[in-house]
């Protein structure tokens, strides 16, 4: 079945730790999104990529990093900079930027210890 | 960007009652979704409905383009139905923005 895939489903992190999180969808989308959800609030965009090899800043960028390398692939480091990690992360695909309907992963709960 | 607000913040309906979801978007949209996030997280995409009316079963939508404006609407409410309903629209540059969202509680 193609969908999206994100993992590990949980995580635990020390403070001053890097964590990556993993995001692969098999549905041929060229664009890919980093969503945080915060307890009780919307989703915020961290990261997007509309193609290999290309990605931009979203609204909260600070304290994360991306890569593009393959298209089936989006993975987000939570680096050390980010000062409030602990978070529901979400990782969405479309074929294509525009409108087009966005596909979601199940995400992935990020808490720092 | 565009600015995404929703109305009202929480919702508990009796279950088999009726209800309507509303969400104001600040500009013009060419990309108007509506989406259902179950309790354990996962997002559903319900409508793309930049304009006009759609229905899906028990769920239908509205979108006035004109007046910046989307409605959904629940008809005979189920406890299945609960969770956070959340809107997002996109003018132009490749990006979705999300609404703050409605929780919904249906009681049996």
């Known amino acids: 079945d193609g969908g999206i895939t994100q993992s590990p489903k949980y995580l635990f992190r020390k403070e001053g730790q890097n964590v990556t999180l993993s995001c692969e969808q098999n549905?041929?989308?060229?664009?890919m999104y980093w969503y945080r959800q915060d307890p009780g609030q919307g989703l915020r965009l961290i990261y997007y990529?509309?193609?290999?090899?290309?990605?931009q800043k979203g609204d909260i960028a600070e304290g994360y990093s991306v890569s593009r390398e393959k298209k089936e692939s989006f993975p987000l480091t939570v680096t050390s900079a980010q000062k409030n990690p602990t978070a529901f992360y979400l990782c969405?695909?479309?074929?294509?930027?525009?409108?087009?309907?966005?596909?979601f992963g199940a995400g992935s709960r990020l808490t720092v210890l | 960007g565009i600015q995404v607000e929703q109305s009202p913040p929480d919702l508990i309906l009796q279950e088999g009652a009726n209800s309507t979801l509303r969400c104001n978007f600040s500009?013009?949209?060419?990309?108007l979704q509506w989406f259902h996030q179950n309790p354990w997280g996962q997002l559903i995409n319900l409508f793309y409905?930049?304009?006009g009316t759609k229905q899906n079963g028990r769920l239908s939508a509205t979108t006035v383009a004109t007046e910046r404006y989307s409605l959904l609407y629940i008809s005979s409410s189920q406890t299945t139905d609960s969770g956070v309903y959340f809107c997002a629209g996109e003018a132009a540059g490749n990006k979705l923005t999300f609404g703050g969202g409605t929780r919904v509680l249906v009681k049996p």
């Open positions: 990529s509309q193609i290999v090899n290309d990605f």
């Open positions: 409905i930049p304009s």
């Open positions: 500009d013009s949209v060419n990309n």
């Open positions: 969405a695909s479309r074929i294509s930027s525009g409108a087009n309907v966005l596909t």
């Open positions: 549905l041929n989308h060229d664009a």
